[in-house]
């Protein structure tokens, strides 16, 4: 069952687009102040969405810690996570995706599960 803790989070942004049906995927930022949906797998993403904001309302993006993520496909404890072109977590990441954390509890596709962020924005080399 996923769960989360206490997180670092960012808490002035805004959603650029709207982002209602984005919780738990992860964003990337579009400016200073506003996020917006991953839509490549190669996106450098900031964090993990915590809520679902529509266009211009605040988005509340975990950082760091441990959070719940949605699941691109299935996910075994320890998999080093990037992100797909949704913005979903992945496991067994390709060279020019960027390391965003690992798996804490195995998943299923369109789970919903815990893992450890720790955006590095390092490519997985």
Known sequence: MAY???TIKIGTLSAATDLSNKQYHFVKLSSATEVDAISASTDKPIGILLNNPGAG?????????IVKVKAHGSLSVGDVI???SAGKAEGGIGAT??????????SAANDIVTMFLNVTNCLNT
């Open 97 to 106: 995706q960027f390391v965003c954390g690992q798996a804490i509890e195995t």
């Open 82 to 84: 990037g992100t797909t």
């Open 4 to 6: 989360s803790q206490q």
């Open 57 to 65: 309302k605040a988005a509340e993006v975990a950082l760091f810690g």
